[in-house]
């Protein structure tokens, strides 16, 4: 049997298998309520041992996108409890991502009178897609004070404690792909002049206090974070080489003092190897690898050794059964890229399975 398909377990997660699926953005959050389309959805995707969600905002500043999905609110709260409820039916694990996208952002998809802010007062270039105004220029951020760091920090912490009561097993703080916690960390967007500028330290500062903060409200073994070193997404020009790996050592380092249940980290080209052993090195827990694999390649890639779960993104996306057709061998659907991210069930619920 494929070891891709057997249980996994460590001191933190208990799965019924090393298949992930990954986390996506599919805006089908009608005013940013999660609903019993998206339950449909995770639960078509049972064969997953952990489902980590789209990213969800932590707080009002943070739904930069379209129709994505809070938990901040009550409403919010009680309307994801309709996808836990379904996935655990299956035995699955669910962890929810906490995504705040900081300057990434437009004001046309926050709330009335919510503003985009980010580390600085840099905007990033190029534009971005609004229901209401189509495409936009990235807004210049209003730069978070001291203070609004706390604050945010603290939207962390309750977003997760309300995550634990919607029956989410955990949660995964986004630190990739150019959002907040990533745009701390890079001297191109962060200049500030606070303990959360400067140097590696001070500019890893914030993830780790969210981190250590989140996993101390709900436990450390219900925490993971995802990562994407060396990553341009998001306008973040790449820095130092030395200076990057520098940093992710000492974020490893700290997230395994914390004791975080895992590090995701989104694959590029980009990242040395040298970095990802570092980071094997420096943290205990499970690792999980995600990008451009296929069954073969994540079987190889578990046999090595570097990573102890694979999480597909696309796999996933096209087909809810994917589980099944790694151990039938079975053609994969497709997806329809013209239908990532348009409202309703047209390729998010609809694509076929091979046992209806």
């Given amino acids: 049997m494929k070891k891709l398909l057997m249980p996994y377990t460590s001191q933190a ?3 019924k298998n090393h298949l992930v699926m990954a986390p996506m953005t599919r805006s089908r959050a009608i005013d940013n309520l999660p609903n019993a389309l998206m339950a449909e959805y995770y639960s078509q995707r049972r064969g997953a041992g952990l489902i980590i969600t789209e990213g969800t905002a932590p707080a009002p500043e943070g739904l930069g996108y379209a129709r994505i999905p809070g ?16 996935v655990h039916q299956n035995n699955s694990k669910i962890f929810v991502q906490l995504m705040h996208t900081g300057r990434i952002g437009h004001q046309a998809n926050l709330p009335e009178g919510v503003q985009v802010v980010g580390v600085s007062a840099i ?4 534009q971005m897609h609004t229901d209401t105004a189509g495409m936009q220029d990235y807004p210049v951020p209003v730069a978070l004070s001291t203070q609004g760091v706390k604050e945010v920090i603290g939207q ?10 919607a029956g989410f097993d955990g949660v995964e703080l986004h630190g990739a792909n150019g959002y907040l916690i ?4 890079n001297p191109n967007v962060n200049d500030r002049t606070d303990n959360y500028g400067g140097s590696v330290e001070n500019r890893s500062r914030f993830a780790i206090e969210v981190a250590q903060q989140v996993a101390d409200a709900i436990g450390k073994d219900k925490v993971g974070i995802r990562i994407s070193p060396n990553s341009t997404l998001g306008d973040l020009q790449a820095y130092d080489a030395d200076t990057t790996e520098e940093t992710y050592i000492h974020l490893s380092r700290e997230f395994n003092r914390i004791g975080l249940a895992y590090i995701h980290i989104s694959l590029s080209p980009q990242i040395p190897a040298q970095t990802l052993n570092a980071i094997r090195t420096e943290f205990e827990g499970t690792l999980i690898y995600c990008n451009t694999f296929n069954a073969e390649k994540a079987e190889a890639e578990l046999n090595k050794g570097d990573a102890d779960l694979i999480a597909f993104g696309r796999g996933f996306l096209a087909n809810p059964d ?23 069930a047209k390729g998010y619920t609809d694509y076929p399975a091979l046992f209806n």
């Fill in 71 to 86: 938990i901040f609110s009550k409403e919010q709260t009680e309307g994801w409890k309709l996808t836990t409820e379904a």
């Fill in 156 to 165: 962390y912490v309750a977003a997760a404690k309300n995550a634990i009561a």
């Fill in 322 to 344: 994917l589980d099944q057709r790694i151990i039938n061998g079975s053609a994969l659907n497709a997806p329809d890229f013209t239908t990532l991210y348009t409202p309703g």
């Fill in 182 to 185: 990533e745009q701390f960390l």
């Fill in 13 to 15: 997660l208990n799965l």
């Fill in 123 to 126: 905007p990033a270039a190029g």
